[in-house]
């Protein structure tokens, strides 16, 4: 029946054409098993045994932990998340082109985050949280152009928070809390006009906090406590109405707080400023955040009567 439409030839070609792209999609597929099982190889310890499955019995799409594209059958979510897993992730990650979701968080991986993570062109989400990860954060993660959600918090790693991250304007969540990133909060964290939370407690982070923070007006969550931060209390606030919690504990912060702090901020649930040098009287203007869920100004330097008004404070617990 082909024959009466098309040349013989043209028959031929189409043929040849369809057995390379079975050929081509059997290579991708067989990448991305011979990732997965570099991954495996690197694990000293599973004692959950989330890679009993990953064996020749079953397909690759069928392994615990892995999920596939419906369409090319290409390995797109990783979560191995809260097994135990003790060992190193392996640099072959990189290898897993179609990979949008890794989530190694709550396992004892250590070692260096490999750099191979920044050929990730389609990852959305990464998260190695709680873990024994040390070295620095790798640059070129910054390539990851697709990322939204982005957590190494509670890991080892030290140094500086890369200045190439500034292009990562997709970014709405970065969490890097408990590590060692003795250095100033970078300027450039005020490009990251997406982010809606950013958490950077216990990191030892000096200097003051950024004025560029004012350009981020989806910020909804900002946490920087536990730190060596100075300064007064940071103005930019008032430019991000969208607020529901600013921690800044256990810093070395000073001067009074202003005169109509809670004024641009209706939906602040949580503002947490304990144990800084703060001075002066508590701004009666505190009154004015109803929806607050918890406030938190103890060991500060201040004076005066408590002039807030505690009955439309009605949240408050």
């Known amino acids: 029946m082909c024959s009466s439409f098309f040349p013989k030839a043209t028959v031929l070609i189409l043929v040849i054409i369809i057995q390379v792209i079975g050929v081509v999609s059997s290579s ?3 990448a991305d098993r011979l990732a997965l ?48 897993l003790v060992g190193s992730l392996s640099p072959y990650v990189g290898n897993l082109s179609f990979l949008r979701y890794m989530n190694f968080s709550n396992n004892q991986l250590h070692g260096s985050i490999p750099s191979e993570i920044g050929r990730l062109s389609r990852l959305q989400l990464l998260s190695l949280f709680q873990n024994s990860f040390t070295g620095e954060i790798p640059v070129n993660i910054s390539s990851c152009s697709k990322l939204k959600h982005f957590d190494l918090a509670s890991n080892m ?23 060692n990133l003795a250095s100033e909060i970078p300027q450039f964290i005020g490009n990251l006009t997406s982010l809606e939370q950013l958490d950077l407690t216990y990191c030892s982070l000096r200097g003051s906090i950024p004025d560029s923070f004012v350009h981020l007006k989806n910020l909804r969550k900002i946490r920087l406590g536990e730190n060596n931060l100075v300064g007064s209390f940071p103005l930019f606030m008032f430019n991000l109405s969208n607020l529901v919690k600013l921690s800044l504990t256990e810093n070395q912060l000073l001067g009074r707080l202003p005169s109509n702090l809670c004024s641009s901020q209706p939906h602040l649930k949580e503002l947490t400023i304990g144990i800084n040098h703060f001075s002066g009287s508590l701004p009666l203007s505190i009154s004015n955040c109803s929806e607050l869920e918890r406030l938190d100004v103890a060991n500060n330097d201040f004076e005066g009567e408590v002039d807030i008004v505690v009955y439309k404070l009605s949240m408050l617990t």
């Not at 004692?47 to 892995?66: E, H, I, K, M, T």
């Not at 200045?163 to 997709?170: A, G, I």
């Not at 969540?173 to 590590?179: G, H, R, T």
Request: proline share 4%; with cysteine.
């Open 157 to 179: 790693l030290y140094g500086k928070i890369p200045y190439t991250f500034s292009s990562m304007s997709m970014i709405k969540e970065l969490f890097m809390s408990d590590n």
């Open 28 to 30: 991708n597929v067989d």
């Open 37 to 84: 099982l570099s991954i495996r190889s690197k694990i000293t310890n599973d004692p959950q045994g989330a890679f009993r499955s990953w064996n020749d019995s079953l397909p690759l799409c069928q392994w615990q932990g892995v999920t596939c594209g419906r369409r090319h059958q290409r390995v797109i979510t990783l979560d191995l998340s809260d097994q135990g």
